[in-house]
C-alpha cells in the first residue's frame, strides 16, 4: 500500500469514529436528564460530524475515486465502515454514554495534538482545529466522571460496571493510532496516565487488560452498527442525490 492509499485509509477511519460516535451521541435529542446537557451533548455531536466532514473529505481526495465527504458518510455498506468498535456501542444510560466519551476524549485528544506536527499539511490543519474542540469535550466527560463515580453508591455502582463493559473496546485505539503513516504517534502510556488520574479522583478502579475487542478500524463491526446505519442513511437511501 502506497504512503497516499494508507494515509486515506486512516482518515476514513478517523473520519468514521468521529461521524458514528457524533451519530450516537444525537440520539440522546430530547433525551437527556437536563436542558443543559441536552445542549452540550447535541454541540459535542456537532463538533464530531465537523471533525467527519473534515477527514473523510480527506480521504475522499487521497483515493482519487471522486467520492465527496457525503457519499462516504452515507453511501456504503457496513462491513466498509472503519469506525472504532467503542464509538459504536449503544449509549446505555446517561452515565454509559459519559464513560464512553471519556475513553475516547482522551484519546482523541492527545492524538490530535501529536497530529498537529504531522507533515501532511491537511492532516495537521484538521488536527489543530479539531483539538480545540477536543480539549472542552475531554474537560466535560472527565468532569461527569468524577462526579458520577465520587457521587451517590448508585452513580458509582452504574459508571463502574460501564467502565468495565467498555474498557475491552479501548485497545484499538492505539492500533488506529499507530496505524498513521508518516508519524510516530506513542500515546498508550500517556493515555493511561491521563485516564488514571481521573479514575482515581472518580474513586473508581482502573479494569485489568485481560481482553481486547478488536475488528472495526478493519470492517468487522458488532450488529450495532448496521441498526445504527439503517437510520442515519435513511434520508439518502430514499431520495437518493436529494439536495436543499
Known amino acids: 500500500m502506497s504512503e497516499s492509499a494508507a494515509l486515506a485509509e486512516f482518515a476514513l ?26 445542549l452540550a451533548s447535541a454541540n459535542v455531536a456537532l463538533d464530531l460530524l465537523g471533525q467527519a466532514q473534515l477527514w473523510l473529505s480527506l480521504a475522499g481526495e487521497l483515493e482519487g475515486r471522486g467520492r465527496s465527504a457525503d457519499d462516504l458518510a452515507y453511501l456504503r455498506e457496513p ?3 472503519r469506525n472504532l468498535l467503542l464509538a459504536e456501542q449503544l449509549n446505555g444510560d446517561f452515565g454509559h454514554t459519559l464513560v464512553r466519551q471519556f475513553l475516547f476524549d482522551a484519546w482523541n485528544h492527545l492524538l490530535l495534538d501529536a497530529l498537529c506536527a504531522h507533515p501532511h499539511a491537511r492532516v495537521a490543519e484538521i488536527a489543530e ?16 466522571v468524577v462526579r458520577l463515580g465520587d457521587g451517590t453508591d448508585e452513580s458509582h455502582r452504574r459508571v ?8 475491552p473496546y479501548t485497545g484499538e485505539l492505539f492500533v488506529l493510532s499507530a496505524s498513521c503513516p508518516a508519524a510516530t504517534i506513542v500515546i498508550d502510556a500517556r493515555w493511561r496516565e491521563l485516564v488514571d488520574m481521573v479514575l482515581q479522583r472518580a474513586t473508581l478502579d482502573m ?22 446505519l439503517a437510520e442515519m442513511q435513511s434520508l439518502q437511501r430514499a431520495y437518493p442525490g436529494a439536495s436543499w
Open 79 to 81: 462491513s466498509a465502515y
Open 160 to 167: 463502574g460496571a460501564a467502565l468495565e463493559i467498555l474498557w
Open 207 to 228: 479494569p485489568n487488560d485481560e481482553w481486547a475487542q478488536s475488528g472495526g478500524i478493519d470492517g468487522r463491526h458488532t450488529e450495532h452498527l448496521g441498526k445504527l
Open 13 to 38: 477511519r478517523m473520519g468514521d469514529s468521529a461521524l458514528i460516535l457524533g451519530h450516537r451521541l444525537s440520539e440522546w435529542t430530547g433525551h437527556a436528564p437536563v436542558l443543559e446537557e441536552e
Open 129 to 144: 482545529k479539531a483539538s480545540k474542540e477536543v480539549r472542552y469535550h475531554l474537560e466535560r466527560s472527565s468532569d461527569w
